[in-house]
């Protein structure tokens, strides 16, 4: 995938950059391939474009070893991350963060230094109703 694009200077875009670029405002294949379910992970460019958006593809690690063995792909999921402006919510709005994370997520709900939720072991089917 690439694009005929440079900076100011003249010089060629970094790829990321390329990406971004005819990414339709960091969207594109990104949706499409999210929207794909044939698979449980997106291309390495889908995955740029995602860290964009605060969220990341992961695999199991404690599956890995065993799952090499057996000759199967890594346990794909991805991490969602969320904001609470200020650090601050409401009982309800932690207990429904909770539910979610029960619901679609990997059952934990990590709250970082940054005063966001963190929902890890994200199936590729539980992105959009996670993020909705």
């Excluded at 440079?6 to 970094?14: S, Y």
């Amino acid at each position: 995938m690439s694009v005929d694009t440079a900076n100011e200077t003249g010089k060629p875009l970094a790829h990321v950059e390329e990406l971004k670029a005819i990414s339709d405002g960091l969207g594109g294949f990104l949706l499409d391939e999210l929207a794909d379910l044939s698979s449980d992970r997106i291309s390495e460019d889908a995955y740029q474009l995602l860290k964009f958006h605060g969220s990341y593809q992961q695999d199991d690690r404690d599956e890995r070893r065993e799952r090499k063995k057996q000759g199967l792909d890594r346990a794909w999921s991805f991490m969602v991350r969320t904001k609470f402006p200020g650090g601050r919510l409401t009982a309800e709005q932690y207990l429904l963060a909770d539910e979610l994370a029960s619901t679609y997520a990997n059952n934990t709900l990590r709250i970082t230094t940054r005063q966001d939720f963190q929902f890890h072991g994200v199936g590729k089917s539980n992105m959009k109703p996670l993020i909705k």
